[in-house]
């Protein structure tokens, strides 16, 4: 994982990108998350890292637990 060390995420909170809760304040931490995300030089790296170990938790590659659960369940 060279690449983790150029994401625009060291950068953060940690708990930006790990909210606890569905609503409200959790809504605003996953936007600020994939703010982040959006201007990533590692982006691509991070999103497929977190498809292919499944990560179950936060913000990966732009991309949130649901979006993440969305795309492994598409057929390929």
Known sequence: MEWSSRAACL???????FPV???GAALDEV?????????????PQCRD???RT??????WGGLDEEERRM???QPV
Do not use: D
């Not at 600020?32 to 201007?39: L, N, P, S, T």
């Open 71 to 73: 795309l492994l369940l």
């Open 21 to 23: 809760g569905n609503g």
């Open 54 to 59: 499944r990560q179950p938790f936060g913000v």
């Open 49 to 51: 890292y977190a498809l």
């Open 11 to 17: 950068s953060a909170e940690p708990e930006v990108f």
């Open 31 to 43: 936007s600020a998350a994939k703010r982040f995300c959006a201007v990533c030089a590692v982006q």
